[in-house]
């Protein structure tokens, strides 16, 4: 059986998923096409973030906090609670349901605007005469669809390495780092990216010995050189995380229950013994099968889709968006660029602007960042003020008993606009929002300096330091 869409996205995590549902609350007649399959072999919409990435992660990384200030804090609170265990299989438990809960809920969205949901692998088999056939691939035949629009959202996959080819058992990508059922005594994990210093912490937490692999000299190069040096202070003095730089995994061998890890790094050839190995050396676009030669799509040489800067491939009437085309792999990225398309198709004006676009890392403590770091501004050759303010001066972190990291804000010396905020600390991720809506509206320090926030709380560290940006921070 043919159907006809307006709108035919491929992929329903969070770029396609939101994308669906905009273009229909737009006045399009859609369909959704996503191959996902959870644990049970049943349909589960959301994608990477909500089945076995962002969703998840966080639940086990909130879940393994609770468990290490049980452990070591909260007799500091004046809380007595005897003798603490970890029940691992109650704590996976609890992470899968919240994901149940997540992806359940794009299945009540899809039917709340009526967007057609089709479960299966989608491609693309040429040009129609109204527009574009979509070809799903489904257990016991096909589904043909039509669609006027096409949005690829089909997102990215785990980059491999050949050195350690994935099995889920001894070595392990961000699905079986999230389900082991046991702590394992010794983990590895090759990559210090987003993936790796979260999956570490948790399993660090839960009582893991945890040793880290990065193959750059860096510690995080996207991140501002300060907040970067403190944050590998933090991670390995106080958080215990064992993490080598300038470490290039070359083999890895199996033994019966573990794992030898050979790398090189400035001291020569080393060996790391394991038990579980996670690779984590980050993502590819997941473009595979999707015969876009069919309909003139281009992919360029890393695998990307090319687009311009509003999401439109050389083919008019296809679209692409999230992990699939240029820019951070980033599930609020995706979201945004899914929404501008549903409205460019609809006949409005839409755009994402990526130098708004916040990033965080949720290790503990948390890292976020929006705008130009220090290293670019000096390398651009703009001058700029900077501005400084410790959590440790802070009552409300000094409550949580999270009173580690700062907040760092960079405004241009001759119009005093903010040209990035940088927070490592308690709740970054909820803090950088107000650097996201300063920037997006153009705002001085002066602007953020004059704005009263609310007392106690740890907004008023962002408020020091634009106050700081003019060397006036009032308590410090």
Known sequence: MTQQFDVVVIGGGPGGYIAAIRAAQLGSSVACVDAWTDANNKPSLGGTCLNVGCIPSKAMLESSEN?????????????????????????????????????????????????????????LAGHTDAGFKVVIK?????????????????????????????????????????????????????????????????????????????????FLPPVDDQLSKEAFRILTKDKGLAIHLGAKVTKVERKAKALKVHYTDAKGQQILEVDRLMVAVGRAPNTEGLNLGSVGVNVEAHGFIEVDDHCRTATPGIWAVGDVVRGPMLAHKAEEEGVAVAEQIAGQQSHVDFSTIPWVIYTAPEIAWVGQTEQQLKAQGIEYRSGSYPFAANGRAKSLGETRGFVKILACKRTDRILGVHILGPFASELITEAVVALEFRASSEDIARIVHAHPALSEAFHEAALAVDGRALNM
């Open 138 to 218: 489904q257990t016991g035949g096909e589904t043909i669809l039509h669609g006027r629009h096409i949005i690829i959202a089909t997102g990215s996959v785990v980059r491999p390495l050949p050195a350690a080819p994935v099995d889920n058992h001894l070595i392990l990508d961000n699905v079986g780092a999230l389900a082991m059922t046991e702590v394992p005594k010794r983990l590895g994990i090759i990559g210090a990216g987003v993936i790796g210093l979260e999956m570490g912490s948790v399993w660090k937490r839960l009582g893991s010995e945890v040793t880290i692999l990065e193959a750059l000299p860096a």
């Open 67 to 123: 468990y290490e200030r049980a452990l070591h804090h909260f007799a500091e609170h004046g809380v007595r609670i005897g003798q603490v265990s970890l029940d691992l299989k109650q704590m996976l438990a609890r992470k899968d349901k919240i994901v149940d809960q997540l992806t359940g809920g794009v299945a009540y969205l899809f039917k709340k605007n009526k967007v057609a949901s089709f479960h299966g692998q989608g491609s």
